[in-house]
């Protein structure tokens, strides 16, 4: 595959901490509202709502978060409207960084965005300067000491997986975001420990960080998730193995 998703491999290989963890649940419970507003309270007939409730069981979110928020989107209890927005914007270097946020104050959020973004020499783009530049996939992320390498290349290929790419912790699937639930389901038939599953935007191609560009870069990818309204952050950048184990031991 041209490009991979890195900053999503150096997330996965990040240690969770408590504090992050409960500004996961409530970014996931924004989505979970958004999802059951805009297609129904039932995960069966939603795909968005499935992915969005699928995900927040892979991160141990308590049932009863999951189901007030469904509530809160289908009308059932009160709660803040939210609304899913995409800034496509530029950090340092050159790299694309595409951001999805959910949120109830567009205007708040986009001022907080390119604040941040011009405290590391970013910019906001113009809608369609960065999208291009991605593929949407399907990712699948299962913990490496569940199943034989050779056992999963065959299952997948059988389940239609496009591409699989092997970190030193897990095997990272790549698919069709069409056929994204269907291989789920298929794969969870084998009882492998799916440990992440989530719609990501893979670049095309990807620019090579040095050790300096790659600290600027993983900082500001840090404090725009960091952000309450930001869901996810893609970026088309490429920084080898040896440089991310330098930066994540200092």
Same mark, same amino acid.
């Given at each position: 595959?041209?490009?991979?998703? $890195?900053?999503?491999?150096? $997330?996965?290989?990040?240690?969770? @901490? *408590?504090?992050?963890?409960?500004?996961?649940?409530?970014?996931?419970?924004?989505?979970?509202?958004?999802?059951?507003?805009?297609?129904?309270? *039932? /995960?069966?007939?939603?795909?968005?709502?499935?992915?969005?409730?699928? &995900?927040? $069981?892979?991160?141990?979110? /308590?049932?009863?978060?999951?189901?007030?928020?469904?509530?809160?989107?289908?009308? @059932?209890?009160?709660?803040?409207?939210?609304?899913?927005?995409? +800034?496509?914007?530029?950090?340092?270097?050159?790299?694309?960084? #595409?951001?999805?946020?959910?949120?109830?104050?567009?205007?708040?959020?986009?001022?907080?965005?390119?604040?941040?973004?011009?405290? #590391? *020499?970013?910019?906001?783009?113009?809608?369609?300067?960065?999208?291009?530049?991605?593929?949407?996939?399907?990712?699948? +992320?299962?913990?490496? &000491?569940?199943?034989? %390498?050779?056992?999963?290349?065959?299952?997948?290929?059988?389940?239609?997986? %496009?591409?699989? %790419?092997?970190?030193?912790?897990? #095997?990272?699937? #790549?698919?069709?975001?069409?056929?994204?639930?269907?291989?789920?389901?298929?794969?969870?038939?084998?009882?492998?420990?799916?440990?992440?599953?989530?719609?990501?935007?893979? /670049?095309?191609?990807?620019?090579?960080?040095? &050790?300096?560009?790659?600290?600027?870069?993983?900082?500001?990818?840090? @404090?725009?998730?960091?952000?309450?309204?930001?869901?996810?952050?893609?970026?088309?950048? %490429?920084?080898? *193995? $040896?440089?991310?184990?330098?930066?994540?031991?200092?």
């Amino acid at each position: 595959m041209a490009g991979h998703s $890195k900053w999503a491999n150096i $997330k996965h290989k990040k240690k969770k @901490e *408590d504090k992050k963890r409960a500004k996961l649940f409530s970014k996931l419970s924004k989505k979970i509202t958004v999802a059951a507003r805009e297609g129904g309270g *039932d /995960p069966e007939y939603n795909s968005n709502l499935r992915m969005y409730i699928e &995900k927040a $069981k892979q991160n141990n979110m /308590p049932k009863e978060n999951i189901e007030r928020a469904v509530k809160k989107g289908t009308g @059932e209890l009160p709660g803040v409207t939210y609304e899913d927005a995409v +800034y496509e914007c530029y950090g340092p270097n050159g790299v694309a960084l #595409y951001i999805e946020v959910t949120t109830d104050n567009t205007n708040r959020t986009v001022g907080e965005i390119r604040h941040i973004l011009d405290n #590391y *020499d970013g910019n906001m783009g113009e809608d369609g300067s960065v999208a291009w530049m991605f593929n949407r996939k399907g990712l699948i +992320y299962i913990d490496r &000491k569940s199943i034989e %390498e050779e056992e999963l290349t065959n299952k997948a290929i059988e389940s239609g997986v %496009e591409d699989i %790419e092997i970190s030193d912790e897990a #095997y990272i699937l #790549y698919c069709d975001p069409r056929r994204f639930h269907e291989i789920l389901d298929d794969l969870k038939k084998l009882d492998l420990n799916i440990e992440n599953s989530e719609m990501s935007m893979i /670049p095309k191609n990807t620019i090579n960080l040095n &050790k300096e560009a790659a600290k600027k870069i993983l900082n500001l990818m840090d @404090e725009l998730e960091d952000h309450d309204d930001v869901q996810n952050v893609h970026a088309n950048f %490429e920084i080898d *193995d $040896k440089i991310i184990n330098q930066i994540m031991d200092e």
